[in-house]
Each structure stands twice: as structure tokens, then as C-alpha cells.
């Protein structure tokens, strides 16, 4: 069954950067808890130019549209947390795992006090471990996040059935990719 690699376009924004109130390695400065931290307090424009973006640090923003669909065609496995201009950032209630051998994943720089690489390079084409299934309405995530610093996030990747149902709504901002392998 063909899987398939969801993302945004870049959405010119920041839910991090120069922000005191979110928890940081005390050695390496890399965030400790990201996907924990409060995504409410980042204004959102209320006019975006895309029902699927990414900000520049790897949160993915939807819009009321994108939900709507995700709602119709009985879509599974994300998490709608609510923005100020009616937009949502999403998270997967489901991981995968990415198969790094195979794809040639690079990792730099472990902090040997968080644990966390400052860099991860390397998830397109993605690779899943063998066996690893997603329901052809589903979502889930990888358990790696790729990129530098705040940027680090992790590849968001749908059933096929789920796919179809994206591209048949013409979400502007969405790209979707066929998963190596699947």
C-alpha cells in the first residue's frame, strides 16, 4: 500500500525565536520540549496565503479548510491545536519509524547533555523501517525530526486513500510525495 510525505510551504513565521518562556538545553540551547511548548501565544495572520505551510521552525499550519476536509472524509491520526486567525498546528497521534540506515541519514553534533543532534540531514526520498503501516486514511509521524537548531521536525506521512482525498480538495501550500519503498 502506498504511504505518501505531507508538507507546507514556508509561511514566513516563528513560534520560537527570541521567545524566554520555552524550556532550552542549558548546554547546546537546543529546545528540550517543542512539542509541549504553548504555539497559542505566535500571532497568526488572519489572511495566510496557504491551507498547509510550515514556519520556519518546523511547526505545520492548516486552515479551517484543511480541517473541514480532514473532518468529511473521515481522515485519522492528527491533533488540531488551535491559532489566533482561525488556523491550527498540527501533530500526529501515531509514529512511524524512519529507516536512517537506508536512507543515509547524517547526524551532527549530539549534545551530550540533552541527547539531541544539532543537525539531522537526510529525509527525502523518506524511508520507512520494514513492516511499518499506516491505515490508507491515517496519518502519523516520523520518529526522527530533520533539520538545523529550531527547525527540526519531524516528516509528516499519510495512507494513501488520505492523500487522494487532500489533492482532490486542492489545498493550496500542500505538497505530498510518494514514500520510498511502500
Known amino acids: 500500500m502506498p504511504l505518501f510525505t505531507m508538507c507546507g510551504h514556508d509561511n514566513d513565521l516563528s513560534f520560537f525565536k527570541d521567545r524566554n518562556d520555552v524550556k532550552r538545553c542549558s548546554s547546546c540551547g537546543l529546545l528540550v520540549a517543542k512539542w509541549k511548548e504553548n504555539l497559542s501565544v505566535v500571532s497568526v495572520p488572519r489572511r495566510l496565503r496557504y491551507d498547509v505551510s510550515s514556519s ?49 541519514t547524517r547526524f551532527v553534533k549530539k549534545c551530550d547533555a540533552c541527547g539531541q543532534y544539532e543537525s539531522v540531514a537526510g529525509a527525502a526520498p523518506a524511508f520507512l523501517v ?11 509521524r516520523t520518529d526522527l525530526e530533520f533539520g538545523s537548531g529550531d527547525e527540526r521536525a519531524p516528516v509528516f506521512v499519510c495512507g494513501a486513500r488520505a492523500a487522494e482525498a487532500l489533492r482532490g480538495a486542492k489545498l493550496k501550500g500542500m505538497d505530498l510525495e510518494k514514500v520510498e519503498g511502500t
Do not use: C, K, M, W
Open 56 to 104: 520556519y521552525d518546523g511547526v505545520v499550519v492548516v486552515s479551517q479548510r484543511f480541517r473541514d476536509v480532514y473532518e468529511r472524509t473521515g481522515l485519522t491520526g492528527l491533533e488540531f491545536t488551535p491559532l489566533t486567525g482561525g488556523y491550527f498546528a498540527l501533530r500526529a497521534t501515531h509514529t512511524v519509524v524512519f529507516d536512517s540506515a537506508r536512507r543515509g
Open 130 to 140: 520494514d513492516g511499518e503501516a499506516i491505515g490508507e486514511l491515517a496519518f502519523a
